[in-house]
């Protein structure tokens, strides 16, 4: 369900800005998500939907991503809210990347660490200055994320490692990025790597 939901949305197929929400069970993933499209959310829970519309407000579009809602949430299925992201997707790019990148099959770096603790099919490279990486995330969408040292910010490495992860994934998939609405660096980045806007989401951690 998550994955058709998914490929839609990178089609630019939306669910209908209605003001409603669902309510889906965990994949076999286990990952539980709040997920917010234009006036409509995906709720990916293992509570009973009829107590999740018990406590979510009729006449607030926001509440699924408030604070009040994923604390009860929380509380309710023994989880932790990890971030509140926005979501943006781009196409596959033929080709090979611009950046001379090698693979990196055990990095310790902290972002890859994290990434293994959050998605399967982790892959990582390094180049001089950053490091990028893909792997399958919520739903099995493949999920990039990139860091820049420090002394190579401000010089398009960013938008370059973005780029390159778009020809890092398998032809015909698309490739989705999450990026703190305060990171206005990555934000910036992303956008300009060829990323569109989709929603934004909250993942649901076990304790």
Known sequence: MLADLFARAARGEYPAPDGS??????EQDGMSAVIAF???????????????ASVLPADDLSAPLNPPF????????????NNTDQVLVADHL???PELDLTPA??????????A???????RVWTCEGGLVLVGRGLGGRWEVAAEVEENARVKGLGRALFTAARTLVPRGEA???????GN????????????????????????
């Not at 994923?70 to 809210?81: D, I, M, P, Q, S």
């Open 105 to 114: 099959f055990d990095s310790e770096h902290e972002r890859a660490i994290r």
């Open 21 to 26: 929400f669902r309510v889906v069970a965990p």
């Open 175 to 181: 490739v989705w990025a999450q990026v703190a609405p």
């Open 70 to 81: 994923l604390a009860e949430l929380c509380a309710k299925t023994g989880r932790v809210v």
């Open 116 to 122: 293994h603790g959050l998605r399967t099919d982790v």
């Open 94 to 96: 033929d080709g090979s």
């Open 184 to 207: 206005a660096a990555s934000t910036r980045a992303v956008l300009a790597s060829g990323y569109r806007p989709v929603g934004a989401e909250a993942l649901l951690l076990r304790c």
């Open 38 to 52: 234009s006036a409509h959310h995906v709720i990916v829970t293992d509570a009973d939907p009829d107590w999740v």
